[in-house]
Structure formats: structure tokens, C-alpha cells
């Protein structure tokens, strides 16, 4: 029985915190928080961090569950769910999509936000980043020694991260920098998340099978929690008079979901070789060391780009980065669905091929 204490909630307790982690530390979410300190105190900070957190928690236990049960492996696969993701995320939770065009959605904002960052960050990297880190017997975590490698991935991921204060979607919020708690507690955050990988190591979940990670009462009330919140955000939007743009943003969503289906239906769904599944198996207890190690390596690149900020080069590193991940994200958003469109039509007319030939012989 899926407990909250045990089964497979710890798992999705972490999976919650390293979404929350890989979409909004340090980048999307600080003005608000800053603001309501601000405006509220420092007591509005706590109740803030929890209400976003309960958002990713409750978006990824139903979309990992759902994964889970189609037996999506690919990376397409996963991609176009956390595509599906990404515009949930993004409808019910955020404002920033919504803009008075014909379809009342910023196009570039959207693709942007839930057609390349939360797919690929919050959603793919996340599970495959839970996996490496913590899953299976040799993972970065389990107290082998690191590689060479890995310490320069580390490093290099660390400061690309931090790079992203200086980004113009950032920097623009705090002229004046950001205030030094927002900082720290996004460099703590990897603590919070260490922690809840060892919870979670206490208490494994069960066989995970083609029935899914929740049981069909608990994966109701995550759909009916989020029918909740999508019905006040329709209301409020159509009070606004834009209520195209949940009209819009439904039929896009049926789109991905369509585009998913024929993804995960185009070969046998074996769900034993889920990749989602091998992912939540924590086989080794996370090491302390190696955390320690590697969050000194973040820390070292953070302080390299920190120092480095201060030069006339960065500011010309900080605009060509800002390209490169503009442009990168919107060829994305594109070559995704299109990409898979393609894929699903081929698989189609291959199986018309094969049905063919057997009606033939």
C-alpha cells in the first residue's frame, strides 16, 4: 500500500523537490519570493517555498504516474509528456503566458517556458538526473569514487546555473542584484534534496508495475486537485475576457496528448523495461562524502562566476548565452512535435505495410 511514508511517495517526494529545483531555484520564481518578503516578511517565504513545491509535487506524482503506466522510455516519449507538463504547468499556475492576441497566449513565452524548459529540464532531466545521482548500484552517489569527468560536469553545471542570475529574464528583476537569502537558499537546496533521497532510500516502494506508481484513488485526487485549480484559472481568465486562451491552450494540450498516445503506441508497451521505473529504484544508499564533494565543486563554480560577473567579458558571454538559450528553445518547441508527427506517420504507414503483406500471404 502506497503510504505517505512509505511505497512510493518518498520517491515522488524527491522527484517533487529536484522538479522544483531544475525549473525555478535561482531563476523564475525569486522576484515573487523577494516581493513578498518584502512586502509580508520573512514568515512569507516559508509558506511561499511550500505552496510551489505542493504545485510540482502534485504535477509530477500525476504525469510520473501516468508515465509510468504508458511504459514511456524514449526520450521522445518523454518529452512529449513533459510538453503536456509544461502546459498545464504553465496554464493553471503561471501568468506569464497569457498576452491580449487572437489566441490571448504569448506564443514565444510559451514555447519558451512550457515547450522547452519544463519538458527538458523540469520533466527528462529531472528523472534521468534522480536516476544517475541516486538509482542502481554504481550511481554518482553511492560512495564510488568520482570521475574526472563528472567533478568538470559538476563544475560546468554549476556555473551555467548561476550564469543564469545574469541572464536579462533575471537580471532585469533585481538591478541591484539578488539579495543574498535567495542566494544562499538556492545553494542550500541541494541539502534539502540529499535528504530527501536518503528518506526515500528508508523507504523503498514496492514492485512498480504497468498499474502505475498511484493507486487509481490516489492518481484521482491529483486530477481532481488539478481540475480544481484549472477551473479557477478558467474563471479568472474568462472574467479577464480571455477565455480563448484556455480554449487554445486545451486543444494544444490535446495535440501533445495525441502525439504522445501514437509515441508509446507505435511499438509494444513493455512496461518492465520502463525507464521511468528503473529510475525509482534507489539501490544504494546516497553517500555523504560524495555529496559533500560534489556540492563544493557547485559551490567552487559558483564563486567563479560570481568573481567573473564583475568583467567586461561576462557581459559578452552573458548576451551570446542568452541567445543561444532563446534560440535553442524555440528550435525545440518546433522540431519536437514535428519530429514526433513525423515519427508516428511513419510508424503508421509501416504498419499498413506489414498488415498488407500478411493479408497478401
Same mark, same amino acid.
Request: glycine share 6%.
Given at each position: 500500500?502506497?503510504?505517505?511514508?512509505? %511505497?512510493?511517495?518518498?520517491?515522488?517526494?524527491?522527484?517533487?523537490?529536484?522538479?522544483?529545483?531544475?525549473?525555478?531555484?535561482?531563476?523564475?520564481?525569486?522576484?515573487?519570493?523577494?516581493? #513578498?518578503?518584502?512586502?509580508?516578511?520573512?514568515? +512569507?517565504?516559508?509558506?511561499?517555498?511550500?505552496?510551489?513545491?505542493?504545485?510540482?509535487?502534485?504535477?509530477?506524482?500525476?504525469?510520473? *504516474?501516468?508515465?509510468?503506466?504508458?511504459?514511456?522510455?524514449?526520450?521522445?516519449?518523454?518529452?512529449?509528456? %513533459?510538453?503536456?507538463? %509544461?502546459?498545464?504547468?504553465? #496554464?493553471?499556475?503561471?501568468?506569464?503566458?497569457?498576452?491580449?492576441?487572437?489566441?490571448?497566449?504569448?506564443? $514565444?513565452?510559451?514555447?519558451?517556458? @512550457?515547450?522547452?524548459?519544463?519538458?527538458?529540464?523540469?520533466?527528462?532531466?529531472?528523472?534521468?538526473?534522480?536516476?544517475?545521482?541516486?538509482?542502481?548500484?554504481?550511481?554518482?552517489?553511492?560512495?564510488?569514487?568520482?570521475?574526472? @569527468?563528472?567533478?568538470?560536469?559538476?563544475?560546468?553545471?554549476?556555473? =551555467?546555473? /548561476? @550564469? &543564469?542570475?545574469? &541572464?536579462?529574464? !533575471?537580471? @532585469?528583476?533585481?538591478?541591484?542584484?539578488?539579495?543574498? /537569502?535567495?542566494?544562499? +537558499?538556492?545553494?542550500?537546496?541541494?541539502?534539502?534534496?540529499?535528504?530527501?533521497?536518503?528518506?526515500?532510500?528508508?523507504?523503498?516502494?514496492?514492485?512498480?508495475?504497468?498499474?502505475? $506508481? =498511484?493507486?487509481?484513488?490516489?492518481?484521482?485526487? !491529483?486530477?481532481?486537485?488539478?481540475?480544481?485549480?484549472?477551473?479557477?484559472?478558467?474563471?479568472?481568465?474568462?472574467a479577464a475576457g480571455n477565455a480563448r486562451a484556455a480554449v487554445f491552450l486545451l486543444l494544444l494540450g490535446a495535440f501533445y496528448w495525441l502525439l504522445f498516445t501514437a509515441s508509446v503506441g507505435s511499438r509494444k508497451c513493455e512496461v518492465e523495461r520502463s525507464s521511468l521505473r528503473e529510475s525509482l529504484k534507489i539501490k544504494t544508499l546516497p553517500r555523504f562524502a560524495p555529496f559533500v564533494k560534489l556540492w563544493l565543486i557547485v559551490g567552487a563554480s559558483f564563486a567563479a562566476c560570481e568573481t567573473l560577473s564583475r568583467t567586461p567579458p561576462f557581459a559578452f558571454y552573458s548576451f551570446i548565452l542568452s541567445r543561444i538559450i532563446i534560440l535553442?528553445?524555440?528550435?525545440?518547441?518546433?522540431?519536437?512535435?514535428?519530429?514526433? =508527427?513525423?515519427?508516428?506517420?511513419? *510508424?503508421?504507414?509501416?504498419?499498413? %505495410?506489414?498488415?498488407?503483406?500478411?493479408?497478401?500471404?
Amino acid at each position: 500500500m502506497n503510504t505517505f511514508s512509505g %511505497g512510493v511517495f518518498p520517491l515522488l517526494f524527491l522527484y517533487g523537490l529536484t522538479g522544483m529545483f531544475f525549473s525555478e531555484v535561482l531563476v523564475w520564481n525569486a522576484k515573487q519570493m523577494a516581493e #513578498a518578503v518584502s512586502t509580508q516578511g520573512p514568515a +512569507a517565504f516559508p509558506v511561499l517555498f511550500f505552496a510551489v513545491y505542493f504545485v510540482y509535487f502534485l504535477l509530477l506524482a500525476a504525469f510520473l *504516474d501516468i508515465a509510468a503506466r504508458h511504459g514511456a522510455r524514449r526520450p521522445g516519449e518523454l518529452l512529449l509528456l %513533459g510538453s503536456l507538463f %509544461g502546459i498545464v504547468n504553465e #496554464a493553471i499556475f503561471a501568468p506569464v503566458i497569457f498576452a491580449p492576441n487572437v489566441v490571448g497566449v504569448n506564443l $514565444l513565452v510559451l514555447a519558451f517556458t @512550457s515547450l522547452a524548459w519544463h519538458p527538458f529540464f523540469c520533466f527528462y532531466i529531472n528523472v534521468k538526473a534522480v536516476r544517475y545521482l541516486f538509482g542502481g548500484e554504481n550511481s554518482l552517489l553511492s560512495g564510488r569514487p568520482i570521475r574526472a @569527468s563528472e567533478a568538470a560536469a559538476a563544475f560546468a553545471a554549476g556555473f =551555467l546555473w /548561476y @550564469s &543564469m542570475l545574469f &541572464m536579462p529574464w !533575471c537580471a @532585469s528583476n533585481f538591478p541591484n542584484g539578488m539579495p543574498l /537569502y535567495l542566494r544562499l +537558499a538556492g545553494f542550500l537546496f541541494p541539502a534539502l534534496i540529499f535528504a530527501f533521497a536518503r528518506f526515500a532510500f528508508n523507504n523503498p516502494p514496492r514492485e512498480i508495475t504497468g498499474a502505475g $506508481l =498511484l493507486s487509481r484513488t490516489q492518481f484521482a485526487a !491529483c486530477i481532481g486537485a488539478l481540475s480544481f485549480f484549472a477551473l479557477f484559472k478558467f474563471k479568472t481568465l474568462t472574467a479577464a475576457g480571455n477565455a480563448r486562451a484556455a480554449v487554445f491552450l486545451l486543444l494544444l494540450g490535446a495535440f501533445y496528448w495525441l502525439l504522445f498516445t501514437a509515441s508509446v503506441g507505435s511499438r509494444k508497451c513493455e512496461v518492465e523495461r520502463s525507464s521511468l521505473r528503473e529510475s525509482l529504484k534507489i539501490k544504494t544508499l546516497p553517500r555523504f562524502a560524495p555529496f559533500v564533494k560534489l556540492w563544493l565543486i557547485v559551490g567552487a563554480s559558483f564563486a567563479a562566476c560570481e568573481t567573473l560577473s564583475r568583467t567586461p567579458p561576462f557581459a559578452f558571454y552573458s548576451f551570446i548565452l542568452s541567445r543561444i538559450i532563446i534560440l535553442s528553445a524555440l528550435i525545440f518547441a518546433v522540431s519536437l512535435p514535428a519530429c514526433a =508527427l513525423f515519427a508516428a506517420l511513419r *510508424d503508421r504507414k509501416k504498419a499498413r %505495410g506489414i498488415a498488407a503483406n500478411n493479408i497478401s500471404n
